[in-house]
């Protein structure tokens, strides 16, 4: 009865541990693998066949119509698209008419599908693209303005489609500091007498209220970039947004606050998607004004940014022996052309001016 209460049914004896066979010769583990394992592929799209300009396409599903063209070559007009972007479909110079469409459709957003019939330079398309251009350049500076980045580009789509911005007339006399930014949603400005045969402009006073980078709104074509960059698409601060409606409609941060005083965390980003200039480096913007920006005489040299163990790429753009600019590319898979206020910013010690000559300490 002891031993049964002690080893009971549900208690069985243990069995002792056998001791390892003789002959067994232990040795040490496998080396790792050199290679870092693989994922499974992913299943590749279907695709869709198409018909651009009266030649047959064949993309990946969900390709858009913007995709389509330039996988055969074709250079479409882009303002507000940028690859690293959700597009938000309002600057309008890439529309494209599809056969059946009852309006011209946005290529860079207009998803493919199977049959369709795409015409990108019909004369409907010819003359949109027109009159958009010549409404941007009668009303803004588009001097630097660009498809990607302020170069200047957007001229040639100017002498492509025959642009004319001034035959809306002599542009209106400049705002006066934030004069834009205080008026009122929905409410009507009628013209002076003066001002009444003239084209109205964003034209104004540069914004300058940091150190890091200006806000030259008479450059701004409201192509939404600074928006998304500030938005869901990279920082998720929300510091600046859309104010006003119509002609009135302007970038602004809450209240139109100084950016010190605003959400605004500095990270940049709002300048790398500005296709105008409207969004520039003090540093950019101050050697402009004084006539020393030079890109011919300017290096980029990628390299890693320093500041912490994320590992951002960065291009450092030097001119004169001294750091002028810092952007991130937009194919590198840690920043898609993003930054932090560190990556993008935190240059200047390395330009500020240096005593090579340490003094000796004698003891």
Known sequence: MHGAHQHGAGHPRPSPVEPPSPGIVYTTPPARA????????????????????????????????????????????????????????????????????????????RKVEEGMEVQTESERVRLSRKVVLELLGSSVDLSLAGPREPNGDAARYRERYGADPARFGTSAAPAAADERDAREPGHHHAPQSEQAARAATVEQPVKVDNNLYVRDYAKCILCYKCVEACGEDAQNTFAIAVAGRGFDARISTEWNAPLPDSACVYCGNCIGVCPTGALMFKSEHDMRAAGTWDESAQTVTQTICPYCGVGCAVDLHVQDNQIVKVTSPMDSTVTDGHLCIKGRFGFEFTNAPRNLELPVKRI
């Open 34 to 109: 050199s290679r870092v394992p693989e994922p499974p592929p992913a299943p590749l799209p279907p695709r869709v066949t198409l018909q651009v300009d009266g030649v047959e396409v064949s993309v990946p599903a969900g390709s858009t119509i913007l995709d389509a063209c330039r996988a055969q070559g074709l250079d479409i007009p882009t303002l507000c698209y940028l690859e690293n972007l959700t597009p938000v479909n309002v600057c309008r110079v890439c529309v494209v008419e599809v056969k059946g469409s009852r309006v011209l459709a946005p290529a860079c957003s």
